[in-house]
Nanobody, 133 residues
Framework: QVQLMESGGGLAQPGGSLSLSCAAS????????MSWARQAPGKGLEWVSG????????YYADSVKGRFTITRDNAKNTVYLQMNSLKPEDTALYYC??????????????????????????WGQGTQVTVSS
């Protein structure tokens, strides 16, 4: 069965860094677009970043652009999120998610299309990131 398992969360000081990993299993990882999303306390789910199947193209929400970097290793079935220059507002539960098969979609992949949470069919359990001094 499809499984996504995040790791790497924790406590960081403002300006610090954390690196998240998401190990995937149960499907052909290289065939799917992957994303990271987060949910802060009392707020809705927010898409953060996405990466194309072969890792050649990446996308970021304005709130993290220039600070976060998404990568993937298809040989290891893992997607990563390197988070630098962390801010207290980055505090959230971070999830990785698999976007539904590309055959379901028409048109190009863009930030706007990646932001649609309903287009993802599998989610991990989440890893907590807390940014505080």
């Amino acid at each position: 069965q499809v499984q996504l398992m995040e790791s790497g969360g924790g406590l960081a000081q403002p300006g610090g860094s954390l690196s998240l990993s998401c190990a995937a299993s149960g499907f052909t990882f290289s065939s799917y677009v992957m994303s990271w999303a987060r949910q802060a306390p009392g707020k809705g789910l927010e898409w953060v970043s996405g990466i194309y199947r072969d890792g050649t193209t990446t996308y970021y929400a304005d709130s993290v652009k220039g600070r976060f970097t998404i990568t993937r290793d298809n040989a290891k079935n893992t997607v990563y999120l390197q988070m630098n220059s962390l801010k207290p507002e980055d505090t959230a539960l971070y999830y990785c998610a698999r976007r539904k098969g590309e055959a379901r979609f028409k048109g190009p992949l863009t930030r706007a299309t990646l932001r649609n949470i309903n287009d993802y069919d599998y989610w991990g359990q989440g890893t907590q990131v807390t940014v505080s001094s």
